[in-house]
């Protein structure tokens, strides 16, 4: 099984600046990494897919990178809505699925 | 527009049995594979459960296997998750997903989800 290692576990950022988050996975997923976000009482909506691509409907505020096992989603510009917390999954490897432990990002 | 509307959880006592169910609408149902993502309280996302569009590929977490069985009727555009031998570890949040596969499989729409709480 992958084992997929957020940083950090809260990470707080003003509004208006950007917020940095990383994901490790114990062995290459290749490219084969998406992002999460959710919001509390809400389910998880698909942010990025293939390391990098935007799902539809996402802002360009939001990007993704990274290959083989380090990986990073940079948010520029944090708005308000953007608080919350975000999840990495792996599925090169499967099954399982696997997530990470999330990164909550708060105001500061 | 996509939908996907989760029933049937509630309180069950351990050991007991529960069958939760998803019903979709806004796309081919039979095209995209179903899955289980659960999450108990305050904690992260767990993949519980795989099924593909046909039924012809059934994957379950190391955690729930041999309890749980997931199904789907694709002429009811429904999917559905009997939760057998139900433990207090069981206790979550039961997220349907749909599954595209990009190389993988990746969750592309969520229903609201069906809490699952096991206490005596």
């Known amino acids: ?108 | 527009e996509v939908q996907l509307v989760e029933s049937g959880g509630g309180l069950v006592k351990p050991g007991g049995s529960l069958r939760l169910s998803c019903a979709a609408s806004g796309f081919t149902f039979s095209s995209y594979s179903m899955n289980w993502v659960r999450q108990a309280p305050g904690k992260g996302l767990e993949w519980v459960s795989f099924i593909s569009g046909s039924r012809s590929y059934i994957y379950y977490g190391d955690s729930v296997k041999g309890r749980f069985t997931i199904s789907r009727d694709n002429a009811k555009n429904s999917v559905y998750l009997q939760m057998n031998s139900l433990e207090a570890e069981d206790t979550a949040i039961y997220y349907c997903a749909r599954g595209t596969m990009v190389r993988g499989i990746i969750f592309d729409y969520w229903g609201q989800g069906t809490l699952v709480t096991v206490s005596s």
């Open chain 1, 1 to 108: 099984e992958i084992v997929m290692t957020q940083s950090p576990a809260t990470l707080s950022v003003s509004p208006g600046a950007g917020a940095t988050l990383s994901c490790r996975a114990s062995q290459s997923v290749s490219s084969n990494l998406a992002w999460y976000q959710q919001k509390p009482g809400q389910a998880p909506r698909l942010l990025i897919y293939g390391a990098s691509t935007r799902a539809s409907g996402i802002p360009a505020r939001f990007s993704g990178s990274g290959s083989g096992t380090e990986f990073t989603l940079t948010i520029s510009s944090l708005q308000s809505e953007d608080f919350a917390v975000y999840y990495c999954q792996q599925y090169n490897d499967w099954p399982p699925l696997t997530f990470g432990g999330g990164t909550k990002v708060e105001i500061k």
